[in-house]
Each structure stands twice: as C-alpha cells, then as structure tokens.
C-alpha cells in the first residue's frame, strides 16, 4: 500500500499468511481466513464463519479492539467499484440492531469480487 492510500484511508488486500500472523489468537480451530484488507493500522477478515473487524487505538496501537459480526447478523451490503475517475471501491455493510452501515474504502484492485464471494456464500 502507498503513503497516498494509507493517508486516505483505503484498504490494501493482505495475504493469508500475513493475517494469521497478525490474529492469530483470535480465530477458531479450523476457522480460515478467504479474504483481509488492511487500511492503515486496522483490518477488515472475512473467514468462511464471519467477518472481523480489528481497530488498533492510540498512539503505539497495542490497546486493540475485536469486532465479530456473524454472518447472519449482516442483513445487506453494497459494494460500489472503482470507476475511470475514481480511483476507490466503496463496501457498505448493513447489521442487525445497527442503524448505521459499517464502511470502508479500499483502493482500486481490491478483490471486491472475493467480498462479495465470502459474504453472499455465508448468508443462508
């Protein structure tokens, strides 16, 4: 991810590994990680059983918030893509009791595909 994206805000695509090392307390046994988007300090993982939400706080970000929504919470999301003169992709997400979507911007090239995939096979 560039300075210019990380200074933005938008969410850079993270690889497996990388998110296993960074969570690795958090998820189940047997529990995988399909997809993970870094913006600045915080992550965004959908796993084949839910999304989670990681918001590292203050200055050295070792005090770390876990935000779990099972998939069946989630009752819509929109996903709006990066067009010719702008250069972001859009994700709203929609929970149950919440009034307000959770967003996120990530930049162009991000496997919206992938979201779209691991959120919609996990809704039943």
């Known amino acids: 991810m560039g300075i210019l994206d990380g200074l933005l805000g ?5 690889s497996a590994d ?3 090392r960074q969570i690795a307390g958090v ?8 997809v993970a988007f870094k913006v600045i300090r915080d992550l965004m993982v959908f796993t084949d059983r839910r999304l989670i939400l990681v918001d590292r706080q203050g ?3 070792r005090k770390v918030e876990y935000l779990t929504v099972p998939y069946r919470a989630i009752t819509s999301f929109s ?6 003169f702008d250069m972001d992709s859009e994700l709203k997400i929609w929970i149950s ?6 967003q ?3 930049r162009r090239g991000a ?7 691991a959120i919609a096979g996990s809704l039943k």
Not at 79 to 84: C, K, L, M, P, Y
Not at 111 to 117: A, Y
């Open 97 to 102: 009791g919440r009034p307000e979507p959770i």
């Open 111 to 117: 496997d919206i595909l992938g979201i779209q995939q």
């Open 10 to 14: 938008h969410g850079s695509d993270l």
């Open 59 to 61: 200055m050295t970000g």
């Open 18 to 20: 990388e998110v296993d």
């Open 104 to 106: 996120r911007t990530l």
């Open 79 to 84: 996903v709006e893509t990066a067009g010719s």
């Open 27 to 34: 998820l189940a046994p047997g529990e995988s990680v399909r």
